[in-house]
């Protein structure tokens, strides 16, 4: 499936931009002065709109600006969000995982739920209303 594998590479790639940019930004936020909070807030928010942009773009090859798409971006988003606190909180407590297990299992969970919610829903292109036949 050489087009599967490349838009899997192309999500790699982006997945690490994303990831390195929020390394790279959380850091210098709190240098400038930021509060924690407010630090890791601001380095977030700028993560998941380059992730975004970069998906749209380079990944899935989508229009950037399409009001339904960024809504399921960020419905995915907080989805992701959910089931990581789920899973370091509630889950790990409850099954005694320790906190860098729950961390882990989050890191590698989320991109393949992230990949299969993109690819089937959020930059999924729409079908066809009517078939045609020749």
Request: with cysteine.
């Amino acid at each position: 499936m050489p087009i599967l594998d490349y838009k899997c590479a192309r999500f790699a790639i982006i997945g690490a931009v994303t990831a390195a940019s929020y390394v790279v930004m959380y850091p210098a936020f709190l240098a400038a002065g930021l509060p924690q909070v407010e630090a890791n807030a601001a380095a977030f928010f700028l993560a998941i709109v380059l992730q975004y942009i970069g998906h749209a773009l380079f990944t899935f090859e989508r229009r950037l600006v399409d009001r339904s798409q960024i809504t399921k971006f960020a419905i995915m988003t907080g989805c992701g969000f959910a089931m990581s606190a789920l899973v370091t909180g509630p889950f790990a407590q409850a099954t005694g995982l320790p906190a860098w297990a729950a961390a882990l299992a989050v890191a590698l969970y989320l991109p393949v739920q992230n990949f299969i919610l993109m690819t089937l829903w959020v930059f999924a292109l729409p079908h066809p209303t009517k078939e045609y036949t020749s």
